[in-house]
């Protein structure tokens, strides 16, 4: 696809229903989402603020895939977003690069240990 210079699929009328069946991964990372049946690719990536390609999600959401993140509620991440988005811009200062959630979650309640 990228070698016919094709820059990225066009997920306006491709339903995830189906993108789901051309491009499986093995964790079946679209489970751990809501989805809607008629959903189109373009909605529901929009919907996760996500704007690459849509071909490339699947590695975008590996990221989340640790079983660690399992453990914080959407509560408990919406009451603490200003203070984990600090904590990356410190930690990306210290290492060159942006931790992956995991690592910025676990970095952040090591030095907080009262966040948990």
């Given at each position: 696809?990228?070698?016919?210079?094709?820059?990225?699929?066009?997920?306006?009328?491709?339903?995830?229903?189906?993108?789901?069946?051309?491009?499986?991964?093995?964790?079946?990372?679209?489970?751990?989402?809501?989805?809607?049946?008629?959903?189109?690719?373009?909605?529901?990536?929009?919907?996760?603020?996500?704007?690459?390609?849509?071909?490339f999600w699947?590695?975008?959401?590996?990221?989340?895939?640790?079983?660690?993140?399992?453990?914080?509620?959407?509560?408990?991440?919406?009451?603490?977003?200003?203070?984990?988005?600090?904590w990356r811009?410190?930690?990306?200062?210290?290492?060159?690069?942006?931790?992956?959630?995991?690592?910025?979650?676990?970095?952040?309640c090591e030095?907080?240990?009262?966040?948990?």
């Open positions: 696809m990228h070698g016919k210079k094709i820059k990225r699929l066009a997920g306006d009328e491709l339903k995830v229903t189906t993108f789901r069946k051309c491009f499986p991964d093995q964790p079946e990372s679209f489970a751990r989402f809501t989805l809607k049946q008629s959903q189109t690719v373009e909605e529901f990536l929009s919907e996760l603020s996500y704007d690459g390609p849509p071909e699947s590695m975008w959401a590996c990221l989340f895939q640790d079983p660690a993140l399992d453990t914080y509620t959407t509560t408990w991440l919406r009451t603490h977003v200003v203070a984990l988005s600090d811009v410190q930690y990306k200062k210290t290492a060159g690069q942006n931790p992956v959630a995991a690592v910025l979650l676990k970095s952040y030095a907080n240990p009262g966040a948990k």
